[in-house]
């Protein structure tokens, strides 16, 4: 290599998805502690043997497109706040340390994830974009502080937001946050993997997420808040729902049993219909109390497309796209209906 040339990094994954992929419809034999088929014609080469991840690497591995499930309950609880605190009463500094607490806690599981599954070797079937473990882009143990940093970073965030509103109790539902995202696919036996991703999301990222926002502002839990977290707790299903069913075939291939493995294309399909438009009932019957909510059915505009995109997709491509267009609706709908409640 020539004085001062830089080493080229590779763009994809390091092990061949097609070739690994083929070998799990053969029947590959197991080898090793993750139980997961390994094959001797694939490569191997370990994250000790690539340049240092760069800022793009990090940024890319930190999912942005997920940081939207993260914001928007946090702007309807905020929303449904303002209505529980009566005109002209804010608390912007505990809506903010939710807000960081939240996004926070999802790069932080984003991370972890990467961490869990690239060790494991699940993302060995991967087709597609590297991930920073899987990929061979950067240490495993590299990716491991980054995430228990973020996941330090948020217990901070809500450490500060327990003491400025003396809710100690908060301090649990913060424990068991924090033990939920780690062992969503961390730990021997991940949840993630049994199919119960779905029940994760709404739980955490609808209505402690939402209510629990509501509630360090306010202290207490409303309607509002209530409702407010079961629809955004299953939007963020829907997501997850597009997400595992983009990657049902290399799921199979890993062992990975979600809930899109676990019903199959057609019903997964249907599934995230029915999580994505629900909430819209929901907006429906806020809007009959709050006139601004009618504003809300404008998310259809997004929602819509993604359901027919979901349901006729023949390809990955395609299936990214209605992520993306989910992902999206959840930050409009807590918007729109979050400033419903506000005003």
């Known amino acids: 290599m020539a004085q001062g040339a830089r080493p080229v990094r590779p763009k994809q994954q390091r092990l061949n998805p097609a070739a690994t992929l083929a070998g799990a419809a053969s029947g590959g034999k197991t080898n090793g502690k993750s139980g997961h088929p390994a094959f ?31 914001i928007a309950p946090v702007l309807l609880g905020t929303g449904a706040a303002i209505v529980a605190a009566g005109p002209g009463v804010y608390h912007p500094v505990r809506a903010l340390l939710a807000l960081a607490v939240a996004l926070l806690l999802q790069i932080g599981v984003n ?13 060995a079937f991967r087709v597609g974009p590297a991930r920073l473990t899987g990929g061979g882009v950067a240490n495993p143990r590299t990716v491991l502080r980054v ?14 937001l327990v003491i400025l509103t003396q809710y100690w109790w908060l301090l649990l539902v913060g ?42 502002q306010v202290g207490d839990f409303t309607t509002e808040s209530v409702l407010g977290g079961v629809a955004m707790g299953l939007i963020a299903c829907a997501v997850l729902m597009v997400n595992n069913l983009r990657d049902i075939v290399p799921d199979k291939a890993a062992g990975k049993r979600t809930l ?38 404008f998310v259809l505009l997004l929602a819509l497309p993604a359901c027919l995109i979901t349901v006729t997709a023949t390809s990955a491509r395609e299936l990214l796209l209605a992520l993306k267009l989910t992902s999206l609706a959840a930050l409009a709908y807590g918007l729109l209906l979050g400033l419903a409640f506000a005003f």
């Open 40 to 70: 001797k014609n694939v490569p191997r080469k370990g994250p000790a043997a690539v340049t240092p991840a760069t800022a793009v690497d990090w940024i890319a591995g930190a999912r942005l497109r997920t940081l939207p499930l993260a």
């Open 111 to 123: 991370y972890a994830n990467d961490y869990s599954d690239g060790i494991r070797g699940t993302d």
């Open 147 to 160: 995430a228990l940093v973020f996941f330090g970073l948020a217990a901070v965030a809500g450490l500060t």
């Open 175 to 216: 424990v068991v946050a924090l033990l939920a995202a780690w062992f969503y696919t961390g730990g021997r036996k991940p949840y993630g993997y049994l199919g119960l991703g779905e029940l994760f999301v709404f739980v955490f990222f609808g209505l402690v997420a939402t209510a629990g926002t509501t509630y360090v």
């Open 260 to 297: 899109a493995v676990r019903i199959g294309r057609t019903a997964s399909r249907v599934v995230f219909c029915v999580f994505l438009l629900l909430p819209f009932v929901i907006a429906g019957l806020f809007s009959l109390v709050y006139p601004l909510g009618i504003f809300t059915f």
